[in-house]
């Protein structure tokens, strides 16, 4: 996967951050109270990572349930919405490329949502690696994303690379790898972390992973 596809992906999300949550999630009144039952069965606590946070939706339902929050994004202009969003006291925003980024603390849980589809394929165990020593003793990661049997709503350029269109008709590619349950869950095993996985719905996956000693 070649850097600029990436750096297309970030400039997407960057230029999609005002009109993301009506095109991502449709009507809000729906799905807030959906975010925050999702968030609830995951009992999050303690110290907090969310990565590629966006435009908070889901930092708003977490802050509710951690001691801390660091969440990081590499789109400023989504994070000026989620800092409009999200005011908590014990909620912390960075702007971070996320496959460069070390924290200098550790944490008992690392969310991400929608993040984990777009990791291109030679990045997927580099990108796995580097959360193991973010973790605190006992900590687990979290992740939310798309089915695989969401994948006919894309337009494929070539495997993995997807062009995506804004209101405004400018197209822009983006990694898109749609999640296949027991294909990732073989994947993290070979990885060294156990993992389990089930669905929500027609559309997401709800995963939850433990680094293996």
């Not at 951050?17 to 975010?35: H, K, W």
């Not at 971070?96 to 550790?106: C, L, M, N, Q, V």
């Not at 008992?108 to 949502?113: E, T, Y």
Request: some cysteine; hydrophobic content about 45%.
């Amino acid at each position: 996967m070649t850097d600029d596809v990436l750096a297309e992906q970030v400039d997407y999300y960057r230029r999609r951050a005002t009109e993301y949550d009506a095109t991502a999630y449709g009507d809000l009144a729906v799905a807030r109270p959906r975010i925050a039952r999702l968030v609830a069965e995951m009992r999050p606590a303690g110290r907090v990572l969310e990565l590629a946070c966006g435009t908070g939706l889901w930092t708003e339902a977490l802050a509710a349930y951690a001691d801390s929050l660091t969440a990081v994004d590499s789109a400023p202009e989504a994070l000026a919405i989620a800092r409009k969003r999200v005011t908590a006291a014990n909620v912390t925003f960075l702007v971070a490329d996320i496959f460069t980024w070390t924290p200098e603390s550790r944490f008992d849980l690392i969310f991400f949502s929608a993040w984990l589809s777009h990791v291109p394929p030679d990045r997927f165990g580099p990108f796995w690696d580097s959360l193991r020593p973010m973790l605190a003793d006992g900590g687990r990661v979290l992740f939310l994303d798309e089915h695989v049997d969401e994948q006919g709503k894309e337009s494929y350029v070539h495997d993995g690379v997807v062009e995506r269109r804004l209101t405004d008709g400018s197209t822009f590619r983006v990694v898109k790898h749609f999640l296949e349950p027991a294909e990732l869950t073989a994947r993290l095993r070979e990885l060294g972390w156990e993992c389990t996985i089930r669905r929500d719905g027609g559309d997401w996956v709800l995963g939850e992973a433990r680094p293996t000693p």
